[in-house]
Every structure is written in structure tokens, then in C-alpha cells.
């Protein structure tokens, strides 16, 4: 495809297969960046594989997104949103993780830094959104 007109399509709002393929293939290096991260934290609370649970059919429903107007507006937004909520509540986890470590926000230098990561989570709310997104834009011509 010509750069021209995957621009011309952007332009357009005609990007239903770019949002689907970039959901697909962006979660797949966040699971494995999580799985060593929580892997280092022995998956110590069991919400720990929620995220590499949700990988696999994420990654399928953005694939089938690229092929099937129909999944990229069911099926990928629905897990998409699954996998946003679930790095909202990661949020949420991380902040709890860093308040429990001895000294917890008072402690910061050591505590953000050794902690949980707080932000982390939220890269899983913007690939959640890149899918949720594709069920509402025009599919390219």
C-alpha cells in the first residue's frame, strides 16, 4: 500500500485496519514486557496474569480486525475494553503496591523507584483504546 494513501485514509478517518493491527501486534511486546515484570514479583497476587491471560485473545481478535469488518466491531473492541479495565485496575494495584512497601509514599526515592511501577498499567488502557477505537472509525478503502 502506498503511503499516499494510507495518509489519504487517515485524513478520512478510514483507519479501521491500521487500529486493528496495531492493537494486535503492540500487545504482544507489552505481554512479555509484563510477564518479566511480574515474573521479578513471583506473580505474587493472582490479578499478576490477568494481562498475559488477555493476550492471546486480544492479539486474535486484532488479527481477525484486519481480515473481518465484523470482528473489529465485536470482538476486538469487547476484549480491548477488557484489557483496558484491566490496566485501570492495575493502576489502582500498583498504587496499593507502592503504599504497602515499608515507608510507602514517604519513601519515595526508594519506594517509586523498587516499587510496583504506577504508570505501567496504563499502556495497557492506550492499547485497550487503539481497539475499542477501531469499532468506530471507517474501514479503509
Request: aromatic share 10%; with cysteine.
Amino acid at each position: 500500500m502506498k503511503l499516499a494513501k494510507v495518509v489519504s485514509n487517515i485524513r478520512r478517518g478510514r483507519m479501521q485496519k491500521l487500529l486493528a493491527a496495531s492493537t494486535a501486534f503492540s500487545v504482544l511486546p507489552l505481554a512479555f514486557e509484563i510477564y518479566l515484570e511480574h515474573y521479578k514479583g513471583s506473580f505474587g497476587d493472582k490479578w499478576m496474569w490477568t494481562p498475559i491471560v488477555l493476550t492471546p485473545p486480544l492479539t486474535a481478535a486484532g488479527v481477525a480486525g484486519v481480515f473481518s469488518e465484523k470482528a473489529a466491531r465485536t470482538w476486538l473492541p469487547a476484549l480491548s475494553a477488557l484489557y483496558a479495565l484491566d490496566g485501570a485496575i492495575g493502576v489502582v494495584t500498583h498504587l496499593r503496591g507502592v503504599q504497602k512497601r515499608p515507608g510507602g509514599f514517604r519513601e519515595p526515592t526508594y519506594n517509586l523507584v523498587m516499587g510496583p511501577p504506577l504508570l505501567a498499567p496504563g499502556s495497557l488502557c492506550m492499547v485497550g483504546a487503539l481497539g475499542i477505537l477501531a469499532a468506530f472509525v471507517e474501514r479503509e478503502k
